[in-house]
């Protein structure tokens, strides 16, 4: 996943990586929820990582509407 959204070999920081390994996170911490239900610590870590990855898109979208696609596109997000 994180090798279809680098922008090169040695990219490991940049929006786009870091949008992809907040999903993944979030989709650990939802399958985690589907044993543990009254894990309620780990809903406040899945809150915070919806809403750093809601930010992170958000930024992206306003300045590069064309990584802003690929990544919607790469990570089946949205529209």
């Given at each position: 996943m994180i090798k279809?959204?680098?922008i090169?070999?040695?990219d490991v920081g940049s929006t786009a990586?870091?949008?992809?390994?907040l999903s993944k996170k979030i989709e650990n911490l939802s399958?985690?929820?589907?044993k543990f239900k009254k894990d309620k610590h780990s809903i406040?870590?899945?809150?915070?990582?919806?809403?750093k990855r809601k930010k992170?898109?958000?930024?992206?979208?306003?300045?590069?509407?064309?990584s802003y696609n690929k990544v919607i596109k790469e990570l089946n997000l949205r529209k």
């Open positions: 279809s959204l680098q090169s070999s040695n990586i870091q949008i992809g390994l399958e985690h929820f589907k406040v870590g899945l809150n915070k990582s919806v809403n992170l898109l958000a930024y992206l979208k306003r300045k590069d509407v064309t």
